[in-house]
């Protein structure tokens, strides 16, 4: 049984579209990005799957529970890191998680042991008796996980937990995350907009866009996508006129020709550099330069991002 299963999600705010026809697995024991813009649809999508917000439309599973219906038993079994943290600044780390601890009635000898655990776990130990308001975000940000940990839960969801975070902090915190799954066997969704930082750590990553999924996969799926379906090639002559332009608009899987001051720019879904040098010793000219390129999955993201 999948740990989420989304099918036909959508969700409307007065007329505003979040979420549009969402299709979501997330798979026992892996990390699964949600990666996307500012606007997205992330937060909706996980506020739905924690039962915070009821879908328009569409079918949720969490764990076998339908979080609309039995939102208690979802968060029971389930840790949420969300966008905004909220810790009491004037108590110690130590004492923002005993309060945790106590809201989700973990007796307080257990609840001592397990926050010495998991203040630990996630590097504070050292500072776990300083007032939270004196912590740095990326402290911040940690003492969250650490809060999402208490309850030792089997699902976790991290809403952009590096957001606001320096490169070093954010390794630090995406490794955390990565022994979460490996030594708790935890399953992770995390949202991000930032993909070159997350992809390192996902099994599967879901683009999503105007509140659809518009790309799903592993990072070599989602490579061999990009691969198979998107390259382009500068193709640099001695001269250039419209004849070679429909030679090469003409070559099998060519779908695109642009011509920018003396570079030719040629995308296709093969392959087809030795028709291009073809086309263009018989058009009469020289060929002065063929260069391929693909797309990596960071400028495929963009793209979809610049609409
Ligand atoms: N409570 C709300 N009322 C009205 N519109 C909302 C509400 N919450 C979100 N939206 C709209 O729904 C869309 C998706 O928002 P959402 O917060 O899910 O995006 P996101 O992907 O989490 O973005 P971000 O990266 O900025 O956190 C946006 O257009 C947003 O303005
Ligand atoms: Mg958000």
Known sequence: MPVVEARGLKKYYDGVVAVDGLDLVVEEGEIYGLLGPNGAGKTTTILILLGLTEPTAGEVRVLGYDPAREPLKVKRVTGYLPENLGFYDDLSARENLLYTAYLNRIPEREARKRV????ELVGLADVADRRV???SRGMKQRLGIADVLLKDPKFVILDEPTSGIDPEGAVQILDMIVRLRDE???????SSHLLHQVQRICDRMGIIHQGKLVAQGTLGELGAVVEAGEMSFEVRTSRVDEGLLEALRG???VTAVEREGD????RASADVRPHIARAVIESGADLLELKGHTYTLEEIYLRYFQG
């Open 251 to 253: 070559i099998e899987g």
């Open 263 to 266: 570079l030719i720019r040629v």
């Open 133 to 135: 308001g004196t912590f």
């Open 184 to 190: 708790r066997g935890m399953t992770i969704l995390l």
């Open 116 to 119: 010495t655990e998991v203040l």
